[in-house]
């Protein structure tokens, strides 16, 4: 590396250090060292009205690093061009000192950036605040407000349809109205792992770990799915470090406390715990009425007062399902032209609803394995097979007592259905699991966290 790289790397650093992210990406990022010839420097910047900045802010540093590296005091002068920076291989009018020497443009300097993903329609705005989640709302504002500073990680934990995914894009998109400069991604952990095995593959963790580990705000959904992931455990244990040692904010979620997360490392359970751990309860009757009455507003329908209260009343815990339920009754009131929303109508339109609830649904038992495949990572020919390997004889009697439980199905039947077992080792399974029910609560939340995808 020559000098001229070793002092432009030094100014870097420093302004680095000194500045927060966003007037380093703004000012910074897009800067190249042009030229240092004597004691002169020349800048190159992509937009003349950074010129002021740099002179105000930015020199005392370039000086402070050129005395450092040369034990000179530098002059510095500027090149300024409304066009972006471009490579020289594209026929760019400058050449950088980093080009000089060998084509590497400054990689310390530059990052991609990136796709944050982020969700638009969720907000803080409309996400209608009760007890259940006060507490999970004023720490994510609060994390909005303060990246890295106030609890790293936030670990929000709730069951489903409760508003998780809501809230973690709340705090992207608040972020990035902030500072639209900030480098922020929100991923769910089956692309995260997707994308990690994707990037193995074509052996270019490279690009993977250099999008990840240079965030300043990684927003990571439903975590639980990296139980039993190994590989992917280890790479997330790496990015997680490398966020929190340089004050990146981590948000995580969950369904279930960190506590219950069997199957994950032990080190990175223990570190979802080193900020704030949050709970979101299901919401009680009021604060349903309240998420109802938000949510009819984008409904040209007027919903009478009898006709929330009762929908309040039919889901009492998720709001996907009272969602559903507005859904349901905006196609019957289209379809009808109606103005107003009734009880009668209420009722009518979610009768089918109702009618796929547990009690009355009949559940195919392709339907359980599947699900039950998904939740543990088990393929349908491996809960068929003859594996005996822990964690798919487990998935497996899971599966077969989740078959008894919720579905008529008669023992020899089931027992064919995971390919002609007898009927005899179904009932094993199913007083297995219904012993370790008991004493392991653990286990519980899985099959509730199951049953709720069944159905
Ligand atoms: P989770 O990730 O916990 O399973 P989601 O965040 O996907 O749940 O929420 C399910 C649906 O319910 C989303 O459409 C979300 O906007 C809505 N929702 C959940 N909680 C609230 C709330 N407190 N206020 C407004 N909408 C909510
Ligand atoms: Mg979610």
Not at 17 to 29: G, H
Not at 270 to 282: A, D, H, Q, V
Not at 303 to 312: C, P, V
Not at 410 to 439: C, Q, W
């Amino acid at each position: 590396m020559s000098q001229e790289q070793v002092f432009w790397n030094r100014f870097i650093e420093l302004a680095h250090t000194t500045f927060k992210q966003s007037i380093y990406d703004f000012y910074v990022a897009d800067a190249r060292l042009l030229e240092l010839e004597g004691n002169q420097v020349t800048i190159f910047l992509n937009r003349p009205f950074k010129k002021d900045f740099w002179v105000k802010n930015f020199e005392e540093l370039l000086r402070a690093a050129g005395f450092e590296i040369y034990g000179e005091l530098l002059t510095i002068q500027y090149q300024v061009s409304e066009n972006n920076y471009q490579s020289s291989s594209s026929q760019s009018q400058v050449n950088t000192v980093a080009e000089k020497e060998n084509n590497t443009v400054n990689q310390q300097n530059y990052l991609q950036p990136v796709r944050s993903d982020i969700k638009s329609q969720y907000t803080f705005t409309n996400f209608v605040q009760g007890d259940n989640n006060q507490f999970a709302k004023a720490a994510a504002l609060a994390v909005s407000d303060n990246l890295g500073e106030l609890y790293n990680p936030l670990f929000i934990f709730g069951g489903p349809g409760l508003g998780k995914t809501h809230l973690l894009n709340a705090i992207g998109n608040k972020v990035l109205a902030d500072n639209p400069q900030a480098r922020i991604k929100y991923v769910s952990s089956e692309t995260f792992i997707n994308e990690f095995l994707e990037h193995l593959r074509l052996n270019d963790m490279e690009t993977f770990k250099k999008t990840y580990r240079n965030l300043d705000l990684l927003l990571i959904d439903d975590i639980q799915s990296l139980r039993n992931k190994a590989s992917t455990q280890e790479e997330f244990f790496h990015t997680f470090n490398a966020l929190h040692e340089k004050n990146k904010q981590i948000v995580l979620t969950s369904d279930r406390n960190p506590d219950y997360l069997d199957n994950l490392e032990e080190r990175l359970v223990t570190r979802f715990k080193w900020g704030l751990t949050s709970e979101i309860t299901p919401p009680d009757f009021e604060t349903r009425i309240a998420i109802l009455r938000n949510k009819c507003e984008n409904y040209p329908y007027e919903f009478t007062d009898d006709t929330l209260s009762y929908l309040a009343g039919q889901f009492d815990s998720n709001v996907r399902d009272l969602e559903g339920a507005l859904k349901d009754i905006n196609l019957l009131a289209t379809m009808r032209q109606l103005s107003e929303i009734t009880v009668d109508v209420a009722a009518e339109a979610i009768r089918s609803r109702k009618q796929t609830n547990p009690q009355n649904q009949v559940i195919p038992i392709e339907r359980i394995q599947s699900e039950v495949g998904n939740f543990y990572g088990v393929s349908l020919k491996e809960l068929k097979g003859a594996k005996r390997v822990q964690h798919i004889v487990h998935a497996r009697q899971v599966a077969m007592y989740l078959a008894r439980e919720l579905t008529d199905n008669s023992l020899p039947k089931i027992g064919k259905e995971f390919g002609n077992r007898d009927h005899t080792t179904v009932m094993h399974a199913y007083n297995k699991i219904k012993t370790m029910l008991a004493e392991d609560d653990n286990l519980e939340i899985e099959l509730t966290t199951i049953k709720n995808k069944i159905r």
